[in-house]
């Protein structure tokens, strides 16, 4: 009875249409959009293909699997509402601490001299660990203070890029063993975010965590009167985050074979981006890992595709700006729409 | 723009206006995105009345008045101001024709003076263009004088009652010399003191002339105050009649297309064991020293003036709010509830007050707001969530409670009032409570949906479930409670027994 009241009033195909398309559907043709454009302006202006060359598809893939480590995190913080401003900083940190444990007994002046040529997995952990405490303390804050994710994060940005200066004075780390150099080698990088947001796709799809995390992001008091232990949640969501900031660290500094203090500067804007793009809402309560990694390859087909087309660093810049401001303002209308229907 | 409205009053508005109407609209359709929320709708306002509108929730009148105050565009639909064709494009468009509309949520800014938001963008200036605030001030006291409101007007918004700001936001309306208020539910969260005082007002204004639309679910309040009545069913417009020639069942039968043969199905049950007592509970500042006992079965009535304390109760024994002294005992067992999980893991459930706040994740599709509290009850194995069971279950139970919706996975949002409470109602009941708190559960809900929820109440009650139910609406507190707990400024001030409470005896203790 009640179903037949409303599909009477709707039209049938449409109905079935928007149950079929997923949202992802639309940033993905945006992201072949984007793609053509540079292809077609590739014909013209430099006389070459720009999707026909399979060294440059891979060099994208592998830049961006850094930021897209970090942007899964940072989707599910944003999820429940908050935000993440301390992923750059605390890439630096673990960077750091990843590589003094990295390096090995051929060079003199190494940051552990009586801890050269560990085993892979030390360093590895090292960085992971380093990453977990950040996300704890920035979860614990949240919860257990009140302040807004907003102040505890950005106080985290600013320590943290601390930490990693104050490790080595500023030096940077170099002389990392072979082994810890594989993880940036080949396609590591590549596996390593794509098993991560698969991970983390299943988790919040088909777990509690997942169900938790959105419904907390939808309706933080009514999730509290549900039941769920809103603080003990946010903890965990920003220790995972903090984590994958920790990985993203470890893979950046095995990329570059060396831990440096300023190390993923501003890398936080460019995964809150890669997450905003994706359709994940600032509002919370809305966000797929999926949209997540279309929105971060679009960040990485926009910089390989302006270089191609050999444009200014400078106006990348300025285009970026323009299509985070416009992802949201997209974003936002389409809420709003809703909100009218 | 001008050619096209002169054409549409030429076809189809001109042979209708009627000039003894204040507010003439013929015609109205509007659709969403699937549904049809009025169709051919006709609303008449004469000058110097009340205009009550009922209808069950859905049934397109707060959609019309949107469209009545700018808010949304109509499909189609010829508007008369005066007998004048008017089309409005927004709400400040209405405003400046005379129409405005005192929203269910409040629309005021919190950090400025009450004189602020009533003249915003239109203040006095100096003569350098500065706000001229001694005018300001001025303009607001004379104002409130003639509504004879008490308020500061210097005062800052966020530090007034609820009441005061309905108070505030009828001043702002009546500042732009409206001839039309349209007032959405106005009295849902006022106390009775506070109501006479709102009727006293909108008799003032109705002696001047103006043209009051009252959206209302409260049967009591429509007889008191107003002239006249139309009725809306299923975005369909049913008729209009004076409030004098028609009755409560009258009406009743109009906005259901039905009669309600027992408007509440109490039963009497055995009443068991106890299954909750509190003894001195107390929330600092707040309520003190409440003690009562809940047995299996029982249906225990709160009556109380909304700010006596009543829901801070249910929201203390439920864990939202720990105690700051007194004790919980459950099933004979003295507990301590530091957090909902904790009252949950004890068999309670509880159903909040405020839907939207409190209740819905609006966002969220009814399967997602369904299965939210069962999720830690063994619907999941190593987290993973057993997704056809728990779909099973929620099917099960939208089913049983008829919950209108096209699917499980609409958004919540998109639901009338009735079908939210309905699904909320779902999730608390999957958890299989024992002690089930309900607070207001069928505010701003419809005729029809209302009756539903009374019953199931009745039967949870035969099943042996404990409940606890805050009500402000006497006829339901009355109806439905074994017993009934009287709050008044944080303290129980008595308790009645279903034989010999009646509406007085409840006042007398509420207002003390």
Known sequence: MATEHATKAAPHGEMQRRRKMPPEANIFVVLIGIALFFELLGWIFVKQSFLMNTQRLQVIILQVSVIGIIAVGVTQVIITGGIDLSSGSVVGMTAMMAASLAQTSDFARAVYPSLTDLPVIFPVAAGLLAGLIAGLINGSLIAFTGIPPFIATLGMMVAARGVAKWYTRGQPVSMLSDSYAAIGTWIWPVVIFLVVALIFHIALRYTRYGKFTYAIGANVQAARVSGINVGRHLIKVYAIAGCLSGLAGVVLSARAISGQAGMGVSYELDAIAASVIGGTSLAGGVGRITGTVIG???????????????IDAYYQEIVKGVIIVAAVIIDQHRQRKRRKA | MTSQSAMRAATNGAATANSEFLLQVEGVRKEFPGVVALDDVAF??????????????????????KIIAGIYRPDSGSFHLRGKDIQLTS????????????????????????????????????????????????????????????????????????????????????????????MDEPTSALTEKEVTHLFEIIRGLKSQGKGIVYITHKMNE???????????????????????????????????????????????????????????????????????????????????????????????????????????????????????????????AFLTEDRKETGCFLILDVL???????????????????????????????????????????????????????????????????????????????????????????????????????????????????????????????????????QVKIMELAAH
């Not at chain 2, 008449?44 to 008045?65: C, D, Q």
């Not at chain 2, 009652?161 to 108070?167: I, P």
Request: hydrophobic share 45%; net charge negative; charged share 25%.
């Open chain 2, 368 to 502: 997602e707001n369904m299965q939210i509290a069962i999720l830690n009850q063994g619907f999941a194995k190593a987290g993973f969530v057993a997704e056809a069971e728990i779909a099973r279950n929620c099917n099960q139970m939208k089913e049983a409670l008829r919950v209108k919706t096209p699917d499980m996975h609409e958004r919540v949002e998109n639901l009338s009032g009735g079908n939210q409470q309905k699904v909320l109602i779902g999730r608390w009941l999957l958890t299989h409570p024992k002690i089930l708190i309900l607070d207001e559960p069928t505010r701003g809900i419809d005729v029809g949906a209302k009756a539903e929820i009374h019953k199931l109440i009745t039967r949870l009650a035969g099943d042996g479930v404990a409940v606890m139910m805050i009500s402000s609406e006497m006829p339901e507190v009355l109806g439905m409670s074994d017993r009934i707990m009287v709050m008044h400024e944080g303290r129980v001030t008595g308790f009645l027994d279903r034989a010999e409470a009646n």
């Open chain 1, 296 to 310: 971060t390859i679009i960040l990485g087909v926009m910089t390989s595709g302006f270089t191609f087309l050999r």
């Open chain 2, 91 to 182: 709400p400040l468009d209405a405003l400046e024709n005379g129409i405005a509309m005192i929203h269910q949520e409040l629309n005021l800014m919190p950090f400025m003076t009450v004189a602020e938001n009533i003249w915003i963008r239109r203040e006095p200036k100096t003569a350098i263009g500065f706000v001229d605030h001694a005018e300001l001030h001025r303009k607001t006291a004379s104002l409130f004088k003639k509504l004879n409101i008490s308020i500061d007007p210097e005062i800052e918004v966020r530090d007034l009652s609820v009441a005061n700001r309905q108070m505030v936001e009828i001043a702002k309306a009546v500042s732009y010399e409206s001839d039309v208020l349209i």
């Open chain 2, 222 to 348: 429509l007889f008191e105050i107003a002239d006249e009545v139309s009725v809306f069913r299923d975005g369909r417009y049913i008729g209009t009649h004076g409030a004098a020639s028609v009755t409560r069942d009258d009406i009743i039968r109009m906005m259901v297309g039905r009669e309600i043969t027992q408007m509440f199905p109490k039963e009497v049950v055995p009443i068991g064991d106890v299954r909750l007592s509190v003894r001195n509970l107390s929330l600092k500042g707040i309520f003190h020293d409440v003690s009562f006992d809940l047995r299996s079965g029982e249906i225990l009535g709160v009556a109380g003036l909304v700010g006596s304390g009543r829901s801070n109760v249910a929201e203390t024994i439920f864990g939202v709010t720990p105690a700051t002294s007194g004790e919980i005992w459950i099933n004979g067992q003295k507990t301590v509830i530091d957090r909902p999980g904790t009252a949950m893991k004890h068999g309670m």
């Open chain 2, 44 to 65: 008449r306002l004469k000058p110097g009345t009340v205009h009550a509108l009922m209808g069950e929730n859905g049934a397109g009148k707060s959609t019309l008045m």
